[in-house]
């Protein structure tokens, strides 16, 4: 445990910010002194960040066993929490388990417990049940989206993991949703409730796109040619419809990525790597992407399909006009198609698709995705990619986009045009005593 820190500055400094938000700020102080804290806020307002930082601080440096245990409803927000609690450098050690990867993988790594534990409810109940893990040191518990873990089926798999948590003194609990309901089983009774749901000041227009024909995939790619060449979600509500659309688009030459929960777990992750550092402009996704995942800010989101529930609805909006931005929702609807309450309600702006200007072929491609094979258990650092891109290959600081070091790979987002040219360069080169191979994903 040498080399912890627990100095708020200098955690912040490794994330690259110099200061906290209100809703951080308050929540860290809530935190620190009551045994139940709801906290409810926007995506994208900092609700990880928040809870970490007042967790890391009551960390005890000479416990070797699990002290805080977060779940999360999906994979991917268990992995983004875990890349920020690492990125934070406090120097106690970090695990993430989830469905979907080897449990054998979960049981080498879990041999040296972690301080904090992050995972899905179904693969963390797996655990405690086969025993892998000891819950007797465990006083913090976080649920973070935790009325979407709720909504998904894990409910048996939450209330398994309260009742093998016998010397809780702490929970945490957060939600992007105003109308949250907390079950009985989690022991929260009269909890302190922070709200800044109304606080991000956002300017949503939602605009109605009426098409003549039932199926909407030429009215999409119209809708698509208006927006032109800016980053944006297209909301599906089933997987199979996505893999028809998709082929769709590429018929049209519009590149994408897909995000639904039918897809590999390297699939998923690397839809949202190329979608962060913008290789794809546009994602295809389910409900599955409509809150919790670290996505860029973009400027659009469409209904394909019209949501079957009013709060997919606000999620699925909640992806554009984040904290303090401006962002557009167009809900692609068939003109005898009869629009839920939910959405009428708010006189969106209606036109015909046929009304909208073309302005140009969409989502140019700009970057490409660079797979690098070593990573952080081989100690590459950004640093070392960026220098060796840019000595060995020749690279301008323009020609290098994003870098995202994952524990024993890297992605890095390099000008489409240089992409073959680097890969010849630098392929099989060492690189911190490694060889490491390089192809485009």
């Known amino acids: 445990m040498d080399g912890i820190i627990k100095n708020q500055k ?3 400094q490794k994330l690259g910010i110099n200061a906290l938000n209100p809703m951080q700020e308050e929540a860290k102080l809530a935190i620190s002194s009551y045994t139940d804290v709801v906290l409810l806020s926007p995506t994208g307002s900092g609700k990880t960040l928040a809870f970490l930082l007042p967790i890391i601080n009551e960390l005890d440096k000479n416990c070797a066993s699990i ?7 999906s994979r991917e927000l268990a992995i983004q929490i875990e890349q920020v609690t690492k990125k934070l450098g406090s120097g106690f050690k970090t695990n993430v388990v989830y469905g979907g990867r080897p449990f054998a993988k979960d049981k080498a790594e879990l041999k040296h417990p972690p301080a904090i534990l992050i995972g899905t409810p179904g693969r963390i109940n ?23 873990s709720l909504e998904i089926g894990f409910k048996d798999e939450m209330k398994a993991i309260l009742t093998n948590l016998p010397e809780l003194n702490k929970r945490i609990l957060t939600s992007a949703t105003q109308k949250v309901s907390i079950p009985n089983f989690v022991g929260i009774t009269n909890p302190l409730t922070i709200n800044y749901l109304n606080e991000g000041v956002t300017t949503l227009k939602v605009q109605t796109i009426l098409t003549t024909s039932k199926d909407k995939l030429e009215s999409l790619v119209t809708l698509l040619k208006h927006l032109g060449n800016q980053p944006g979600i297209i909301f599906c509500n089933y997987k199979d419809s996505i893999q028809r659309v998709s082929s769709f688009l590429h018929q ?12 590999e777990q390297k699939e998923r992750e690397r839809a949202l790597i190329k979608f962060r550092n913008g290789t794809h402009q546009l994602i295809l996704a389910t409900d599955l992407a409509a809150r919790g995942l670290d996505i860029p800010e973009i400027k659009f989101i469409i209904h394909y399909h019209l949501p079957l529930k009013e709060e997919e609805f606000t999620h699925r909006n909640g992806r554009t006009a984040r904290m ?22 708010l006189n969106p702006d209606s036109y015909l698709v046929d009304e909208l200007i073309q302005y140009n072929q969409p989502t140019i491609e700009k970057w490409a995705t660079i797979f690098i094979s070593g990573g952080r258990k081989d100690k590459i650092s950004k640093g070392d990619i960026a220098g060796l891109f ?20 890297a992605f890095v987002a390099i000008k489409a045009q240089k992409a073959l040219q680097v890969i010849e360069q630098l392929n099989n080169i060492k690189l911190k005593k490694k060889k490491i191979k390089l192809y485009v994903v």
């Open 390 to 409: 840019c000595k060995q290959g020749k690279l301008s600081n323009d020609d290098l986009g994003l870098i995202e070091i994952k524990t024993d790979c």
């Open 252 to 263: 049209h030459n519009i590149n994408h990525g897909c995000f639904y929960g039918g897809l």
């Open 67 to 73: 002290q805080v245990l977060i779940i999360a409803p």
């Open 324 to 345: 303090n931005s401006k962002g557009t929702a167009y809900v692609l609807q068939w003109e005898q198609e009869e629009a839920p309450e939910f959405i009428t309600k």
């Open 126 to 148: 797996d655990h405690l049940q086969r025993g892998t893990i000891s819950s007797k040191t465990i006083r913090t518990l976080v649920l973070d989206e935790f009325d979407k």
């Open 10 to 12: 200098e955690l912040l």
